[in-house]
């Protein structure tokens, strides 16, 4: 990914909610499914990483977008952006 597309991605993701926290439980199948299901919806999901968390933020970024085969746009406070091209978004163009 380069700069000016992680820029790009940036500037949308500001404008997005944070759709999943990530909590004690660490990076469960249950959040990894539903991250996966999210990312090809919608390419760019934000995640919460609460503060009971046992995994750092960076920590918890890489090894969702390792289990989604996504990229981490941003981690940023105690969020990040994950980003994932869809098959579906390909087709349209």
Avoid: W
Avoid at 18 to 33: H, M, P, R, T, W
Wanted: some cysteine; charged content about 25%; hydrophobic content about 45%.
């Amino acid at each position: 990914m380069t700069s000016k597309e992680r820029a790009y991605l940036k500037g949308l993701a500001a404008n997005v909610p944070a759709l999943y926290q990530i909590g004690k439980d660490g990076v469960s199948e249950n959040v990894v499914k539903m991250a996966a299901d999210a990312l090809a919806a919608r390419e760019l999901i934000k995640v919460h990483v609460l503060e009971n968390s046992m995994l750092g933020i960076r920590e918890a970024a890489e090894e969702l977008a390792r289990k989604t085969s996504s990229q981490v746009v941003i981690v940023i406070g105690n969020k990040f952006v994950l980003y994932k091209r869809s098959d579906k978004n390909l087709c349209e163009m």
